[in-house]
Every structure is written in structure tokens, then in C-alpha cells.
């Protein structure tokens, strides 16, 4: 007896599709709505606090500014509520004349900087000969602020002005991005520095 075989079913033209094409309003909506396919990837890496490197898994420092990853044997850090979306960078006025003083707004009050090529702003410890800054920001409670001792430098070049973080514990933010370790930025009249915790609007 010979085996019966089903009966084949009916294949679709191949030239017929089973949904309708998508309108270009559509089309944009659907590739906003995917997941970034680097999504997975970020969060087993690991994203330097620093400079915001995102590091391969299992690195012990970064591998752009060395600041060390691992959670176990690291100072612990102030928090520093920085913001989740990123502010835009300003277009103040940044050209400042040679002996135009350069002046800290800090708590509604007005600090002026020494007109020098380099200038350091810090707060002045309770250690014994220890190097003090050229601006001293204890007043405004610096020092439970997070602010180190030497946390950024204020530098003029020609008609610029530069600020440039030194290393400090708990990190400088300019207009709300993190600045990295040692590398100077552009500094306008109006920008927002903020030490550790403590605010200061710099005015030329």
C-alpha cells in the first residue's frame, strides 16, 4: 500500500509582502524606538568617573587618565549631583585685557582673583607649612564641600583665560561637564565652575 502525501500548501508570491510599507513618518519612529546595540556592551564596561571613558570589563584603572575603577581600597567620594542632561557650553565674552581682574561670585558674594599668569584656587589646611593657594575658598565652606587644598588653576594666555582642574579628590564640573584631570578648557565670562560641592560663577 502506497503512502499518501499531504497536500502541499499554497506558497505566496515572492513578490508580495505581508505587512505594507512604511510611511517615512513611520519608519523614523520605528529606528528611534530600537535599542542601541551598544546598550549591553555599556553596562558590563566600565565608565571612568573622570573623563567618561567607557573601559573594557575587569579593568583596574582607566586606560585613558589611570584613575583606578575598582570599588575596593578607593577614598570615597562626595557626591557631586551632577546633572542628567548635559548644559550646553556658553557663548560669553572671552576676551579679557591684561590687568582686568577676573572675579568668583560665590553665595552672593564677590571674590576678586589676583591678576597673575597662573593663578591656584583651593582651600588652606590645618597642616603645619603646608602650601597655601592664591585663593582661599575656606570662608565658604570649602573644606566639608569637598574642595582640595589645590583644586583647579586659573591660567592667561595672551587675551584667554584657561581653567584646567589639579587632580582634586572630588573633581571640578564646568557648565555642568566633568572636567578631566590636568587638561585645560576655555573659560568665558558667565561659566559655572563647581568645586567638589561648592559653586562658583566666574565674571570677567
Not at 575656606?138 to 583665560?161: Q, Y
Amino acid at each position: 500500500m502506497s503512502e499518501q502525501k499531504p497536500p502541499s500548501q499554497p506558497t505566496e508570491p515572492a513578490n508580495v509582502s505581508a505587512n505594507p510599507p512604511l510611511t517615512e513618518d513611520q519608519r523614523v519612529l520605528a529606528e528611534a524606538d530600537k535599542p542601541s546595540q551598544d546598550s549591553a556592551a555599556q553596562v558590563a564596561a566600565l565608565t571612568c568617573p573622570v573623563c567618561g571613558l567607557v573601559n573594557r570589563p575587569g579593568e583596574l584603572a582607566c586606560s585613558r587618565c589611570g584613575t583606578i575603577l575598582a570599588v575596593g581600597g578607593t577614598t570615597r567620594k562626595l557626591g557631586t549631583d551632577e546633572p542628567t542632561k548635559q548644559a550646553s557650553w556658553p557663548t560669553g565674552d572671552v576676551i579679557v585685557t591684561d590687568q582686568e581682574p577676573i572675579v568668583l561670585e560665590i553665595e552672593g558674594q564677590q571674590m576678586k582673583v589676583p591678576v597673575a599668569e597662573v593663578v591656584t584656587i583651593g582651600r588652606v589646611s590645618d597642616i603645619p607649612d603646608d602650601s597655601r593657594p592664591d585663593v582661599d575658598l575656606s570662608p565658604f565652606g570649602a573644606g566639608d564641600k569637598g574642595v582640595s587644598r589645590k583644586h583647579i588653576k586659573i591660567k592667561r594666555k595672551n587675551i584667554l583665560v584657561y581653567v584646567a582642574d589639579l587632580g582634586s579628590t572630588n573633581g571640578t564640573l564646568l557648565n555642568g561637564r566633568r572636567l578631566i584631570p590636568n587638561a585645560e578648557r576655555l573659560l568665558r565670562n558667565g561659566d559655572e565652575l563647581q568645586l567638589g560641592r561648592l559653586k562658583v560663577k566666574v565674571k570677567f
